[in-house]
Structure formats: structure tokens, C-alpha cells
């Protein structure tokens, strides 16, 4: 599951996740930025130390933004010790397959876990034509396979599968030794990944939502109605009432009101 602060991961940490991802996507959901690219490191290292803070049980993961790794296997180093030692959290994801193999394997040596993702990885949409589906063809689901198993080589402990067909993703899994987090790539992945905001319904109605994505609940209506009984009963004095305030000793209140009569 994903989170971007204390509130979020807390309510995700205490209803048991096995592992809570610092996303990349916080970049929309948190910052209100137009897509992943935007967002910087030191922002993602201020989300990651909120949410280390509230994790008790889950293994923390957080996302290193694009630029930050792609430069070379000892720039992907550095930006991944720094999230372990500023942004507090246990291991880093980054985006790519087999040319992402040496950094990968550069930043395990240094023991430092790493999840990759393969398929569709949101910070090369540009690349990809847009958020498509990849490995719909016998080609393309090949080399979802090869990315794959170039990853678990370099050293990941599992790798995120992101809108691939059910079918590629199940035999993807099989053939491989580390565990797969299926999103959008069926129920046949050793795991499952949605961002929070999405599968609570923390958001606006109208707002696109991925086909992958099941909602679980409605926070956006749940909190509108009770922030609009809020202003309602303010404005009507409803609220606070008497249970609300503190008392104060009749005698004391007396001696107050003839004391301020006295200016």
C-alpha cells in the first residue's frame, strides 16, 4: 500500500501491510503536480521521514524520483543512501529493466534492498506513448520477461509488475525466484500495490481512475459531509456547545464580570 505522511501510513501500518511504498505518486496525490517527473528528492525524503515515523510493523519502501538514478550506477547509490539515512526508510524502488541492471546491482552491494518495476513505469511515459499497457504481444511480453529476470539478477528482492496483461504476468511470476507486486497484471503476482488515495476514494468525483483500480471506500464523501455539518453548526452556533468548553466557578465568573465593569 502506498502513503505520503504520518496520517496515511499510520492508518495503513495499524490495518497490516505487510510493506508501505513512499511513492512516486504522491507527486499528484499530495503536491497536486501534473504527473511523477516533478517531483525532487528532498521532497520525497520529507514524505519518506512522515511516514517512517508513523510505521511500527510494515517494511518501508520509498520511490527514487526520476533523475535521480538514471545518470549512473554511482548517482543511483548515492540518492538510495540518502534515502535510507534521511528519509529513514528501509528500501528504495526505481523504475526499469535490463538497463537498469548494473545500478540496481550497485546499490544492493552496498546492502541496501531495492524493489524494481518493469512493464509500464510512469516515468517514461513520455517514452511509451502515454500510460499503455505493455506485453500485449508475444514480442513485448518477452521482454517484460527479460527486464524482469535481468532485475532479479542484479540483486532486487522483488520486482512491481505494472499493467501487463493477467496472463503474461502469471507466467512472468512463475519463472521467476523473487516475488512479483502485480498493479494492473492480475491476481497470478505474489502480491498487490495501489495508491492509497485510490482504493479509499480520497478524491473529488469526476477524477480518472485507472481500470486496475477497485475502490474500497468513499474518505472524499465521508469527509465532505462531516466538514459540512462542521460549518453548518458553526454558523448556527450549534457548535461548540456547553459539552465542548471549559467551566469556569460561578463566584469566580461573578468576581470576573464586576472586575471588567470597573474599565
Known amino acids: 500500500m502506498t502513503a505520503h505522511d504520518f496520517p496515511s501510513a499510520h492508518v495503513a501500518d495499524a490495518a497490516g501491510m505487510d510493506m508501505i511504498l513512499v511513492g512516486d505518486s504522491l507527486a499528484m496525490v499530495a503536491l497536486g503536480m501534473e504527473d511523477t517527473s516533478e517531483v525532487l528528492v528532498d521532497e520525497m525524503l520529507l514524505h519518506c521521514r512522515s511516514v517512517a515515523r508513523a510505521t511500527k510493523g510494515a517494511f518501508t519502501v520509498g520511490d527514487l524520483p526520476m533523475g535521480s538514478y538514471e545518470i549512473s ?4 547509490l548515492t540518492t538510495a543512501i540518502r534515502f535510507i539515512k534521511e528519509g529513514r526508510i528501509q528500501g528504495i524502488k526505481l523504475e526499469g529493466g535490463k538497463e537498469m541492471a548494473s545500478t540496481i546491482k550497485k546499490i544492493t552491494q552496498a546492502g541496501i534492498p531495492v524493489l524494481a518495476h518493469v512493464g509500464l513505469t510512469p516515468q517514461r511515459q513520455n517514452a511509451l506513448g502515454g500510460f499503455r499497457v505493455q506485453g500485449k504481444t508475444s514480442k513485448g511480453a518477452m ?102 468548553t471549559y467551566p469556569i466557578p460561578k463566584d469566580e465568573l461573578d468576581a470576573f464580570a464586576k472586575e471588567v465593569e470597573k474599565i
Request: aromatic share 8%; proline share 8%.
Open 73 to 76: 550506477p554511482e548517482q543511483g
Open 143 to 244: 521482454s517484460v520477461l527479460e527486464d524482469a529476470i535481468a532485475v532479479q539478477e542484479a540483486g532486487s528482492f522483488g520486482v512491481v509488475l505494472e499493467a501487463v496483461p493477467a496472463e503474461v504476468a502469471t507466467i512472468i511470476t512463475r519463472k521467476l525466484s523473487i516475488p512479483t507486486i502485480g498493479i494492473g497484471a492480475g491476481n497470478g503476482c505474489s502480491g498487490q500495490v495501489l495508491v492509497q488515495v485510490d482504493m479509499s476514494g480520497n478524491f473529488p468525483p469526476g477524477r480518472f481512475i485507472p481500470k486496475f483500480v477497485k475502490q474500497y471506500g468513499n474518505v472524499w464523501a465521508e469527509s465532505f459531509r462531516a466538514i459540512e455539518s462542521y460549518r453548518d453548526e458553526v454558523k448556527g452556533r450549534q457548535y461548540p456547545a456547553p459539552e465542548h
